[in-house]
């Protein structure tokens, strides 16, 4: 027998399936993105083939060089990865948020550094541009990222942030253009970026900033690369240094109006913190299949009841992490005005969560790591990157920032008041319009999230779905609605009458308990939202699971979790490991050899 075969066999499982929402139409729209997803899949192959320019082994290698994998950045740049990147309507294939997040997936599963330093970050440079440029900016950009060169991104100082946030640009106006000054020592793809998108000071010491778009290859003597550095995570990226010295910047170089640099960051960090706990999942799944592989043994032996309800618990947090980040993802599409709290409620939660279920798994995987997945040290890899992706004190701190002095006005405003967002939010196989980020608000607007767990609870008050755990979803629903209601009353009660009061321990503590509310709203809409058309997201066993989970780390007495949601999520895991596919929502055919 198979070890594919002892696993089916293990879990009692079904021959596999080709991806979620297989037994219904699906919309042309969604056929495309899938093709999208297995192409890139075919392209960088199987990660476990110790061939493969693309696979583990050589990604954990580069990596110990301190550089990304020239194979599998061939691969990339081969298959037109700078397309993924731009807008439909400059050329390349950019109209859906969550779309792209799938898309990416296949990069990050296998090297978050890759992800980093040949993806994402050149799409966070451009974000500025597709969203206020005007049409000779938008097009030099597109044509760099379809050749296949990065852009590069350097933002204006934050305090306390980490030394990827430290330094400061000032442009002084020169008649029609700009005089630009300033060093910053860390940025990604310095010396290698085909053009930079610089958030510089216009208006003096506190004063307002804009955004230049600025030409390395025409700077001359007025832009020195500073020698690179190789950080603690994220080693593969080249991260130097940039120093500006009264360097002439044309008119033409300006993104959107003079001073507009602050409102364009806070609407493209939005796409930004969507999008990296959306991908770093990815890492975190390739860790789960490497523990759910492990805990077959080599005999095909089934796991004993602390390792299931482990790996179980981790794969509940999976699809809770790509509940949310899907659908705030697709809020930036349908509620542009309301988009902002789910962003930052995401990037503050997932990442953390996510670090913590990869360190729980390494009691699986044992401190050597998963060979099969790079050699010893690949965990420990992930475990460098993770923190790094997140952007570490300064990502919560930023969140934090956003998230403090919305609460006291969603509590008087928004909780239990605002009406339920749109079916489409959450159901995230069904079109979108195409992705605007100039139309994003900055503030204000309703908590969608919070009215989804609202609402989801009132109706499983009155109709829980049949059997023990249909009862279960509607007690655990009903006691986080609640706790929804003691965090209104007490943002409600809690001084916010300055900035001192909202800095405080007190209100931070909030975020957090805001946070993981929120995201009990998403588990719920996406359970919802799939309960019509069938299948394992319909089983009401992963968003108890997922609930349970969140109900203790909110301190609620919400008891262990059922041992039959442990027993189907486990078995489960054995399905999706035996197929080959993947452990989030979209249940995506991977290109591997399943549990071989």
Request: glycine letters at 12%; aromatic letters at 4%.
């Amino acid at each position: 027998m198979s070890v594919v075969e002892r696993v089916r066999a293990a879990a009692g499982c079904a021959p596999p399936h080709p991806g979620a929402g297989a037994g219904r139409a699906v919309h042309p729209a969604e056929q495309r993105v899938r093709a999208r997803v297995a192409e890139w899949e075919r392209r960088l192959g199987d990660p476990g083939d110790p061939a493969n320019p693309a696979g583990f082994r050589a990604l954990m290698a580069a990596d110990e060089r301190a550089e990304l994998a020239a194979g599998a950045v061939a691969v990339l740049h081969d298959g037109g990865f700078g397309a993924e990147l731009v807008p439909v309507e400059l050329g390349g294939r950019l109209d859906r948020a969550d779309a792209l997040a799938r898309v990416l997936r296949p990069v990050f599963r296998r090297d978050v550094s890759l992800g980093f330093g040949h993806g994402i970050t050149s799409l966070f440079a451009a974000a500025a541009v597709w969203a206020a440029g005007d049409g000779p900016q938008r097009r030099r950009l597109a044509r760099l990222l379809l050749d296949g060169r990065p852009v590069a991104i350097a933002h204006h100082q934050l305090a306390h942030g980490n030394a990827m946030w430290q330094g400061q640009f000032t442009a002084e106006p020169d008649g029609d253009g700009y005089r630009l000054r300033g060093r910053k020592d860390v940025v990604i793809n310095a010396g290698r970026a085909g053009a930079v998108v610089v958030y510089a000071a216009t208006g003096g010491p506190g004063g307002s900033h804009s955004v230049l778009l600025v030409d390395p290859d025409r700077a001359g003597d007025g832009l020195a690369v500073l020698p690179r550095r190789v950080g603690t995570g994220l080693r593969g990226c080249h991260f130097a240094g940039l120093e500006f010295t009264d360097l002439a910047v044309p008119p033409g170089a300006r993104v959107g109006a003079a001073g507009e640099g602050v409102r364009l960051a806070l609407r493209t960090f939005q796409l930004n913190r969507s999008l990296i706990p959306a991908l770093v999942l990815a890492a975190a799944d390739t860790v789960l299949r490497a523990a759910v592989r492990a805990g077959t043994g080599a005999a095909g032996r089934p796991a004993g009841p602390r390792q299931r309800a482990l790996l179980a618990g981790v794969f509940a947090d999976l699809l809770l992490s790509d509940a949310t980040a899907t659908a705030v993802l697709r809020a930036l599409h349908l509620l542009p005005d309301s988009a902002h709290l789910g962003a930052a409620a995401v990037k503050y939660l997932v990442p953390d969560l996510l670090q913590e279920d990869v360190e729980e798994l390494s009691t699986v995987l044992g401190a050597a790591g998963y060979d099969r997945e790079g050699g010893p040290g690949s965990l420990q890899k992930l475990l460098r990157d993770l923190p790094a992706a997140g952007l570490g004190h300064v990502g919560t701190a930023a969140c934090q920032a956003v998230l403090i002095p919305q609460l006291p006005l969603l509590a008087r405003r928004s909780w239990f008041r605002a009406a339920e967002p749109p079916a489409a939010l959450y159901a995230f196989a069904e079109p979108l319009p195409p992705l605007d980020l100039g139309a994003l608000a900055v503030a204000g607007g309703t908590d969608f999230l919070a009215a989804t767990l609202a609402g989801a609870a009132a109706r499983l008050a009155g109709r829980p779905p049949a059997g023990p755990l249909g009862d279960r979803l509607a007690t655990l629903a009903g006691a986080l609605a609640d706790e929804l209601a003691d965090l209104r009353e007490r943002c409600l009660t809690l001084p916010a009458d300055s900035a001192e009061a909202l800095a405080s321990p007190t209100w931070c503590a909030q975020v957090e308990r805001y946070a993981l509310l929120a995201a009990a709203g998403a588990v719920l809409g996406a359970w919802e939202a799939a309960v019509p058309d069938g299948g394992f997201l319909a089983d009401p066993a992963w968003a108890v699971l997922a609930l349970t989970r969140l109900g203790r780390r909110l301190g609620l007495p919400v008891g262990p979790p059922p041992e039959e949601c442990v027993r189907r999520l486990h078995a489960e895991l054995l399905d999706r490991l035996a197929g080959g596919r993947s452990y989030d929502l979209h249940d995506t055919p991977l290109a591997e050899g399943g549990a071989g």
